[in-house]
T-cell receptor
Framework: DAGVIQSPRHEVTEMGQEVTLRCKPISGHDYLFWYRQTMMRGLELLIYFNNNVPIDDSGMPEDRFSAKMPNASFSTLKIQPSEPRDSAVYFC?????????????FGPGTRLTVT | DQQVKQNSPSLSVQEGRISILNCDYTNSMFDYFLWYKKYPAEGPTFLISISSIKDKNEDGRFTVFLNKSAKHLSLHIVPSQPGDSAVYFCAASPSGSRLTFGEGTQLTVNP
């Protein structure tokens, strides 16, 4: 399996622009997670889905952030409008079960820079 | 409110010696703990985990210790190797639901 695939790997955009990050989970996995990594706060869970349905979005920082999972093999995280403080590495992860007996599988991340 | 804290941003050890990475948590509902390792430009990868019903779990060179009364866990790597140089995140979960991660500790193993 190719693992979790994220695109783009790097994104540089200007403040106020819309940003869309994409994720393809591992085939057969029924949980998908979006995380944000910053120096100050480490890895923070933004939202997670089970069978394409959002379960917990309490980590989404503001209404500017939205996430969708239209099917089992694709998810997007959108920021509109983007702000410099959104600059971070965004990770997507998937797992076969919510019971993290062997952990989640992470993608390589998208490094977002908002100028 | 940081429920999982790794107070040491960095740690440097000599090859062959023991590396000890520490993690503290505040939420008494956490009952499952994991360590992840992250290399630059890659996503974190699962390393080892422990359930709250145990106080130790070992996997090769890696051992995780859990002290529930102190709400503290640690990861021991013996012997340390240069390839172990990475950022290590501890994470905790209440009853198998969402993971809460610490800030990470950068481990450098010097040859």
């Amino acid at each position: 399996d190719a693992g979790v695939i994220q695109s783009p790997r790097h994104e540089v955009t200007e403040m106020g622009q819309e940003v869309t990050l994409r994720c393809k989970p591992i085939s057969g996995h029924d949980y998908l997670f979006w995380y944000r990594q910053t120096m100050m706060r480490g890895l923070e869970l933004l939202i997670y889905f089970n069978n394409n349905v959002p379960i917990d979005d309490s980590g989404m920082p503001e209404d500017r952030f939205s996430a969708k999972m239209p099917n089992a093999s694709f998810s997007t995280l959108k920021i509109q409008p983007s702000e410099p403080r959104d600059s971070a590495v965004y990770f997507c992860a998937s797992s076969l079960t919510e019971k993290y007996l062997r952990g989640q599988y992470f993608g390589p991340g998208t490094r977002l820079t908002v100028t | 409110d940081q429920q999982v804290k790794q107070n040491s941003p960095s740690l440097s050890v000599q090859e062959g010696r023991i590396s000890i990475l520490n993690c503290d948590y505040t939420n008494s509902m956490f009952d499952y703990f994991l360590w992840y390792k992250k290399y630059p430009a890659e996503g974190p990868t699962f390393l080892i985990s422990i359930s709250s019903i145990k106080d130790k779990n070992e996997d090769g060179r890696f051992t995780v210790f859990l002290n529930k009364s102190a709400k503290h866990l640690s990861l021991h790597i013996v012997p340390s190797q240069p390839g172990d140089s990475a950022v290590y995140f501890c994470a905790a979960s209440p009853s198998g639901s969402r993971l809460t991660f610490g800030e990470g500790t950068q481990l450098t193993v010097n040859p």
